[in-house]
C-alpha cells in the first residue's frame, strides 16, 4: 500500500512540474497582450479566488484557529506573498523582455541549488560535497545559458535569475511557516497579498499612463483569457494544490526532485508549442544546469533543506 501511496504521489508531482513547464509559455504568450503587473496581480487574484473556493467546500469543520493563530497565519501569508510578488513580476518582466519558455524554466530552477546554499549562509548548515559540486556545474551552465557569444547577459535573463533568488527567499520563508498552518489558507493569503501588491503597480503602472479603456482592450480577445487563465487556474492554484497532496508521506528529496523538472518540461513546452529552438551554446548550459539540479538533490538527506512551494 505504501509503494502505490509513493507510485501515486510521484506522478501527482510530475504532473504539477508539467502544469509549471507549461505555465511558462502561458507567461510569454500573455506577455503580449498585457503587461507583466497586470498578468502577474490578475493571475495571483483568479488563484486566490479559485483556493479560498476549494477551502470553503472542503473545509466543513468547525475552525479551532484561536485570534493569535489567525493572526500568525495572515503574518505569514503576506510574508510569503510578498516574496513571491517580487519573484513572479521579475519573471514576467525577464519573460517579457525577450528570455525564451525553456531558457526561463531552466534559470528559474536554480533555486534548488541556491536554497540549500542560503541555508548554510544564514543557518550554518552544513551540506556535503555533492551539492557544491552541483553548484559549480550549475554555475557553469548559466555562464552558457545566459551569455551571448559576445560574453554579455541579456537584461530578461538577469531578471529572471533574479526571480530565481526571489523564489529562494519564498521557498525559505513557506518551508519555515507550512508546518504551522494550513497549507491551503496559506497559500490562498500568498497568492491574495500578491495580487494586491501587483494589482497597485497594474493601476500606477499599466493603466494610468494610457487609460481604463485602453489597457481593458486586449481582454475582448479569447487569445489574452487562455494564458492568463491557465497561469492562474492550473498553474497556481491545481499546481500548488497537487503539490501540497504529493507531498505528504514522499521524501523530500525525491519531492523536490520531481518537481524540479519543471525546466525540462519548460524547454519541451517551448519547442512544441512556440516553435522555439536553443542553440547549441544553450543546449550545453540546459544540460549543465539538468546535472546540476540533480546533484543537488541527490545530496545525503539529512542535508536535504529544499522542500518547494
Given at each position: 500500500m505504501a509503494d502505490k501511496r509513493q507510485l501515486r504521489n510521484s506522478l501527482l508531482l510530475t504532473l504539477t512540474a508539467a502544469i509549471w513547464g507549461v505555465a511558462f509559455v502561458a507567461q510569454s504568450e500573455g506577455s503580449q497582450y498585457m503587461g507583466s503587473c497586470t498578468f502577474t496581480g490578475l493571475r495571483s487574484l483568479i488563484a486566490a479566488a479559485a483556493l479560498w473556493l476549494v477551502i470553503r467546500i472542503t473545509d466543513h469543520r468547525k475552525s479551532a484557529e484561536t485570534p493569535a493563530s489567525q493572526k500568525g497565519l495572515w503574518k505569514a501569508?503576506?510574508?510569503?506573498?510578498s516574496l513571491l510578488f517580487v519573484a513572479s513580476l521579475v519573471q514576467q518582466e525577464g519573460i517579457a523582455l525577450g528570455t525564451g519558455a525553456g531558457k526561463a524554466g531552466f534559470i528559474t530552477a536554480t533555486y534548488i541549488v541556491l536554497v540549500p546554499i542560503l541555508n548554510f549562509v544564514l543557518f550554518r548548515r552544513r551540506t556535503g560535497w555533492t551539492l557544491w559540486l552541483g553548484v559549480a556545474i550549475g554555475l557553469a551552465g548559466l555562464w552558457f545559458l545566459c551569455m551571448d557569444a559576445a560574453f554579455s547577459v541579456q537584461r530578461g535573463d538577469l531578471l529572471v535569475l533574479?526571480?530565481?533568488?526571489?523564489?529562494?527567499?519564498?521557498?525559505?520563508?513557506?518551508?519555515?511557516?507550512?508546518?504551522?498552518?494550513?497549507?491551503?489558507?496559506?497559500?490562498?493569503?500568498?497568492f491574495l497579498t500578491c495580487g494586491v501588491l501587483a494589482s497597485v503597480l497594474m493601476v500606477l503602472i499599466d493603466i494610468v499612463p494610457v487609460g481604463f479603456a485602453a489597457w481593458a482592450k486586449p481582454f475582448?480577445?479569447?487569445?489574452?483569457?487562455?494564458?492568463?487563465?491557465?497561469?492562474?487556474?492550473?498553474?497556481?492554484?491545481?499546481?500548488?494544490?497537487?503539490?501540497?497532496v504529493g507531498q505528504k508521506g514522499l521524501n523530500p528529496t525525491l519531492a523536490s526532485l520531481l518537481m524540479s523538472t519543471e525546466s525540462l518540461f519548460a524547454v519541451l513546452a517551448g519547442w512544441l508549442i512556440l516553435h522555439q529552438r536553443l542553440t547549441p551554446r544553450e543546449m550545453l548550459g540546459a544540460a549543465l544546469?539538468?546535472?546540476?539540479?540533480?546533484?543537488?538533490q541527490l545530496a545525503p538527506q539529512k542535508d536535504d533543506l529544499s522542500r518547494g512551494t
Open positions: 501569508g503576506v510574508i510569503c506573498g533574479l526571480c530565481a533568488v526571489a523564489f529562494t527567499f519564498q521557498i525559505l520563508a513557506v518551508d519555515q511557516f507550512s508546518p504551522r498552518y494550513d497549507a491551503l489558507k496559506l497559500s490562498a493569503i500568498q475582448a480577445s479569447r487569445d489574452a483569457w487562455i494564458p492568463l487563465l491557465y497561469a492562474a487556474i492550473l498553474s497556481s492554484a491545481v499546481g500548488y494544490t497537487l503539490q501540497i544546469m539538468a546535472v546540476a539540479i540533480v546533484l543537488a
